[in-house]
T-cell receptor, first 113, second 113 residues
Framework: GENVEQHPSTLSVQEGDSAVIKCTYSDSASNYFPWYKQELGKRPQLIIDIRSNVGEKKDQRIAVTLNKTAKHFSLHITETQPEDSAVYFC????????????FGGGTRLMVKP | DAGITQSPRHKVTETGTPVTLRCHQTENHRYMYWYRQDPGHGLRLIHYSYGVKDTDKGEVSDGYSVSRSKTEDFLLTLESATSSQTSVYFC????????????FGPGTRLTVL
């Protein structure tokens, strides 16, 4: 089955700096890659996703890039703010009947004011 | 919140007792999922459903069963709870129309003593 690895497990940045979280996946047939943000005690919230037919997608201060050849994708957050502090999860999915998501282990991002 | 509720939100039970968690959705989504979340493991799929009475196993299905007798309800049952099943359980739905986004319910924190 699919295996997703996520790095780093913790990331501390100064407010206003950029943050990058990286994920690798094992199954070359995976074609959907969402990112979730989870604040303490809350549900994971979908913040951005990318499909295998595009290499990059942006939404205001966040962007995701995908390298299908290398089987890795990354989340980029620019101009970080304290409210960006949370745990971020990447995931990968095959476009099969179940569209089951396999998640990475998560990255705890801390933005210091 | 994609119209997803979970009940109960918190439960403490003893080893060996049966436990049923309920996921309820109001938007008639076909696909529903049960995940568990544990520190260091991200989210792992337990079971999923692709329609009434149609279910399949996920990555960590041992010790769990599910049922879906109505579109709106997806039940997760621990037949005989063990301490290793102490976790936070999230239900999710998948949107249709060619989109694969999964949205999560608020979660149930289960403690097995």
């Amino acid at each position: 089955g699919e295996n997703v690895e996520q790095h780093p497990s913790t990331l501390s940045v100064q407010e206003g700096d950029s943050a990058v979280i990286k994920c690798t996946y094992s199954d070359s047939a995976s074609n959907y890659f969402p990112w979730y943000k989870q604040e303490l005690g809350k549900r994971p919230q979908l913040i951005i996703d990318i499909r295998s037919n595009v290499g990059e997608k942006k939404d205001q201060r966040i962007a995701v890039t995908l390298n299908k050849t290398a089987k890795h994708f990354s989340l980029h957050i620019t101009e970080t703010q304290p409210e960006d502090s949370a745990v971020y999860f990447c995931a990968a999915s095959l476009n099969n009947a179940g569209n089951m998501l396999t998640f990475g282990g998560g990255t705890r991002l801390m933005v210091k004011p | 919140d994609a119209g997803i509720t979970q009940s109960p939100r918190h439960k403490v039970t003893e080893t060996g007792t049966p436990v049923t968690l309920r996921c309820h959705q109001t938007e008639n989504h076909r696909y529903m999922y049960w995940y568990r979340q544990d520190p260091g493991h991200g989210l792992r799929l337990i079971h999923y459903s692709y329609g009434v009475k149609d279910t399949d196993k996920g990555e960590v299905s041992d010790g769990y069963s599910v049922s879906r007798s109505k579109t709106e309800d997806f039940l997760l049952t621990l037949e005989s709870a063990t301490s290793s099943q102490t976790s936070v359980y999230f239900c999710a739905i998948r949107t249709g129309g060619g989109h694969n986004e999964q949205f999560f319910g608020p979660g149930t924190r289960l403690t097995v003593l």
